[in-house]
């Protein structure tokens, strides 16, 4: 699909959580042997995983925009509110995200729900429901 | 469409590297996959052939899910949660050829946990721990 460029090589090693929180040695996910930030409730829920990522200074703002003062990541969710998949802005402005243990891949944020559906039409994304932000600065 | 070089296997043994696009790469799969569900239907299946089928079954279904809740309740893993003891040794080995999401299976199937706390989400931890506990039970080598 034009708009997707694959950017690893596929491993089971971390997932999009992991990634848009800058590791990518472990698989994040509030259940069973995954790591989860200490102190986070383990309920999927958006507001969950907008705690987890506070515990790296994240905070929610209100636009996608390329801001050079910041980091930024985005949340998606289902129909049913879960959260289902993070991804994390780049220098160029375009969005890089683990697809489950599979590659990570560089995007535009509007076609990679389209873009998983046409990998597999039972694998559903869902839509960003969140942008979270980080002053760059205070992570180099 | 993105032309990379990806490495995929069309069997549970082998893995090539080959310049195919990703969408090519998904196409082979699904190929493999239908080619391997006429040659195996469950119903005559053996505990090691009906292992592999599941567990074949699994990984291609949550390749793209990153929630764990989601990946260890696929009811292919969960048959092979069903299928009990006699898949441990075959989940073991699965282990040593790759890290995947076994723990789950392995902490239901036993009712043990080898794995230490500061270990979770680091898949090749978990993985040194359920081997440890493999060999220490005699289930591998």
Not at chain 1, 18 to 36: I, K, Q
Not at chain 1, 92 to 110: F, T
Not at chain 2, 66 to 94: A, C, F, N, W
Request: glycine residues 6%; hydrophobic residues 35%.
């Amino acid at each position: 699909m034009i708009g997707v460029i694959a950017r690893s090589p596929e491993t089971p090693t971390y997932n999009c959580i992991a990634l848009s929180a800058g590791d990518d040695t472990r698989w994040w996910w509030p259940a069973g042997d995954s790591y989860w930030p200490k102190g986070i409730s383990k309920d999927v829920t958006l507001e969950v995983f907008i705690q987890a990522f506070s515990t790296l200074d994240y905070v929610p703002c209100d636009n996608y925009e390329l801001d050079s003062c910041f980091e930024k990541i985005v949340i998606f969710v289902d129909d049913n509110g879960e959260p289902t998949h993070a991804a994390r802005q780049l220098e160029n402005g375009k969005w890089i995200s683990k697809l489950g243990q599979y590659i990570d891949v560089e995007h535009e944020l509007n076609i990679l729900r389209d873009y998983v559906l046409s990998l597999d039409k039972n694998t559903d994304y869902g839509y960003p429901a969140i942008i979270l932000r980080r002053p760059k600065k205070l992570h180099r | 469409m993105s032309g990379v070089a990806i490495n995929y296997s069309l069997t549970s043994g082998g893995n090539q590297s080959a310049g195919i696009s990703i969408e090519s790469y998904f196409i082979l799969k699904k190929m493999s996959e239908l080619a391997e569900h006429f040659c195996f239907p469950a119903s005559r299946q053996s505990t090691k052939e009906k292992f592999y089928t599941l567990m074949r079954t699994w990984k291609k279904e949550v390749l793209l899910l990153s929630s764990t809740t989601k990946i260890v309740t696929h009811p292919s893993y969960q048959r092979i949660i069903g299928m009990g003891q006699d898949v441990i040794p075959l989940i073991l080995r699965e282990f040593e050829r790759e890290p995947n999401h076994w723990s789950w299976a392995l902490r239901a199937i036993t009712g043990e946990d080898p794995v230490a706390l500061e270990d979770r989400g680091n898949l090749m931890k978990i993985r040194e721990a359920w081997l440890k506990w493999g060999k220490e039970h005699g289930y591998i080598e």
